[in-house]
């Protein structure tokens, strides 16, 4: 088994293709929530060295199948020396899986921040107050936190590519390198 070598917090890019409605396993007491068409952003963390396979984690479905950006994804994080498998079993445990296991859902990109902080909610604060973001339910994807994880981006083309930039200007990630 190859071991991990890094931590830090990351943003994942998700495509809807149609508008779907998905249990997030208990969250809302189990009722469906409707996920419109487009795209959708998740924010998360993996500290302890751990970065690598949570990546890779979520660029796989239950089943066992990859999306697409997995191979993708796996070159960039050999690249930066993060060296990590993809999961031999995955079941579902965060919100987020059971999104990503929709059929009518693709990872389409991954901004990572390589450090041994837990950016998260500060990166959460950040998305869910961005004009070119909107609620999906309210502590979506944190229900340690009071901010939702999980938000739809409504935003002209460039804001995905823009925010990484918007992110470095953060006090907490200044020295963070973004991927």
């Known amino acids: 088994m190859i071991a991990d070598s890094a931590s830090g917090s ?3 890019l998700l495509r809807v293709a149609q508008p779907i409605s998905v249990v997030f396993g208990r969250f809302q007491g189990g009722q469906p929530v409707d996920v419109p068409t487009g795209d959708v952003i998740y924010i998360g963390s993996a500290l302890g060295g751990k970065l ?10 239950t089943d066992g199948s990859a999306h697409t950006i997995r191979p993708k994804l796996q070159v960039r994080l050999r690249r930066r020396g993060i060296q990590a498998s993809p999961p031999k079993h995955k079941k579902r445990y965060w919100h987020i899986d059971y999104l990503l296991d929709h059929p009518a859902v693709v990872l389409v990109d991954v901004l990572i921040l390589q450090t041994p902080q837990r950016l998260e909610p500060a990166i959460a604060a950040l998305l869910n107050a961005d004009a070119n973001t909107h609620l999906i339910a309210p502590r979506l994807g ?26 470095a200007a953060l006090p907490d990630l200044s020295s963070s390198n973004p991927l």
């Open 10 to 12: 990351y943003v994942l």
């Open 52 to 61: 690598g396979s949570r990546l890779l984690r979520h660029a796989t479905r």
């Open 142 to 167: 944190g229900s340690d936190d009071t901010c939702a994880h999980v938000l739809r981006v409504v935003a002209p083309d460039g804001w995905w590519h823009e925010l990484p930039q918007r992110l």
